[in-house]
């Protein structure tokens, strides 16, 4: 199982963090070891600045390769939501060497997914999101403000990786991103569904 992450899918995220509008889903990868055990995420040694990204996951359902976007949807049945921690000073580090960010996005526990659900319980184009922390909204989002969709994004991924069955597809966070601290409480609704609820330790 490989996780497929899409970098600056929201117009806003990207600006808060300073970064060009993209021209194609900007791409990067979390090992499998990066997939968070439990509801306890520990704050790694190596990190000052933690950051939470909310993000709605997609798992293929039916592996392919070079797929075109007019069939991407029957490659993945179900959705759900997950969080990418990035430890963003070190990601700042790298960028400025022009250095990969894998050491900033893909260290063990950075990548929260919670239980997954029927896709067609959805308004897909027009799905609401939201990211609570210690019961304050810090993060909404709505699907329809992605640059890049779920089939556009298979479709594209597709063209250079081949898809298998449970592969993950983290497509992207909306602005509001921040850092977490010692006994926070993080909270992620799905609509109105609460899909995550991660403390920090």
Known sequence: MKIICIGRNYSEHAKELGNEIPE??????????????GNDFYIPEFSNDIHYE???VVK???GGKYIQKEAAHKHYDEISLGIDFTARDLQSQLK???LPWELAKGFDGSAVVGNFFK????TL???EFSL?????????????????????IIAFASQYFTLRVGDLIYTGTPKGVGKVDENDVLEAFLEEEKI?????L
Do not use: C, H, W
Not at 24 to 37: E, G, R
Not at 134 to 144: A, W
Not at 196 to 200: N, P, S, T, V
């Open 96 to 98: 400025s060497k022009g």
């Open 60 to 62: 293929i359902s039916k």
């Open 125 to 127: 184009e027009n799905l």
């Open 24 to 37: 194609n889903p900007v791409i990067f990868m979390k090992p499998d070891t990066a997939v968070l055990k």
């Open 196 to 200: 995550l609820d991660i403390r920090i």
């Open 132 to 152: 609570l922390k210690n019961k304050e909204e810090v993060q909404k989002g709505n699907t329809k403000d992605m640059m890049f969709g779920f089939d556009d």
């Open 54 to 56: 909310l993000e709605v």
């Open 119 to 122: 896709k067609e319980n959805y």
